[in-house]
């Protein structure tokens, strides 16, 4: 075809996140950038339409015009937002146009209503498959920076399906994120009994525990200076420890307490461990961000 190899992964990307789902889905192919005001005011939108409309087979896919140059060059973007809907790995119609929710809906329906389009409502498979799409696109969001949207995208899962855990714990994540900290114990509380035990619930709360010991910025700069002046205080260490980590500041708050690992392992019965622990826990196992701070650990711990 003529294709370098990067245009060849760009189009094998395209046929695994667009192609594939649009076989028996209509795909809301999004052309968008980080760059973009008007992609940002469309984003809330087209998420919750989508998350609506996820019975009915719809699934939203974003594509960075800036990562994903050739695909859009093939769609021939020329501005964005750009938004079209994809059906059998074809474009069926331009959305673009379609800047309210009411009118977006309509031009669903309208789609809707003539083709062989498969509901997430069918197999048990297939709706398992369109909740992690809503799940990773909450979980996407949250990473960009934009909480609140997250915790929008969240609230709009659960909805759906009480029984998502991966929705609760990014609810309950993403108000922490946003600062709304005693909505984040409430939605914890709301989790039904028999999800509790489930490992993302549970590094949910592990989340919300370590952020029960958040202080405002001059406290927090108090215990700074104190961890400052008296490095072999122990007490003062863990205090900004927890306090740092609480507040976001996570490097600051394990680099302390390394220290305290490797001065004195034993203060406290082990509290400087048995904390990195509990924040490992909360952050998640397999995050990067976690593995190279175990591999720390264990370092001072065995050498």
């Known amino acids: ?35 973009c005001g008007p992609c ?32 859009a060059s093939q769609f021939q973007v020329r501005s964005i937002p750009t938004v079209y809907a994809i059906f059998q790995g074809q474009p069926i119609a331009d959305l673009t146009s379609a800047r309210s929710e009411s009118q977006l809906k309509q031009a669903l329906d309208q789609i809707l209503a003539k083709l062989p389009v498969q509901g997430g409502a069918g197999a048990g498979g297939d ?8 799940v990773a696109m909450g979980e996407q969001v949250m990473a960009e920076g934009d909480a609140e949207r997250a915790a ?15 929705a609760h714990s990014g609810l309950i994540r993403a108000l922490l994120g946003a600062g709304r900290k005693e909505e984040a114990r409430a939605a914890f509380d709301a989790v039904p009994e028999d999800l509790r035990e489930d490992p993302l ?3 949910a709360g592990k989340t919300l525990e370590l952020a029960g010991t958040e202080v405002d ?25 927890q306090a740092a980590f609480a507040a976001g500041e996570r490097d600051n708050a394990t680099d302390t307490l390394l220290r305290m690992v490797q001065s004195d392992p034993e203060w406290e ?14 952050v998640g196992l397999e995050d990067p961000w976690v593995a190279s701070q175990r591999r720390r650990l264990s370092l001072l711990l065995f050498g």
């Open 1 to 35: 075809m003529g294709l370098s190899i990067d245009e060849q992964k760009a189009v094998e990307r395209f046929q695994q996140a667009v192609v594939a789902p649009s076989r028996d889905k209509l795909v809301i192919l999004d052309f968008w950038a980080e760059w």
């Open 40 to 71: 940002k005011a469309l984003s809330p939108l087209l998420e919750k339409v989508a998350a609506e409309y996820a019975d009915k087979g719809v699934v939203l896919v974003k594509l960075d015009v800036d990562e994903e140059q050739f695909i």
């Open 127 to 134: 709706r398992q498959a369109d909740l992690a799409q809503l």
């Open 152 to 166: 929008s995208i969240f609230q709009q899962i659960i909805e759906m399906e009480p029984g998502e855990a991966g």
């Open 201 to 203: 619930v549970a590094q």
């Open 217 to 241: 910025q001059g406290e927090l700069e108090a215990l700074r200076k104190a961890a400052a002046e008296r490095p072999s205080d122990m007490r003062a260490q863990f205090d900004f420890a």
């Open 269 to 282: 019965e082990g509290a400087a461990k048995a904390k990195l622990l509990q924040i490992f826990e909360a």
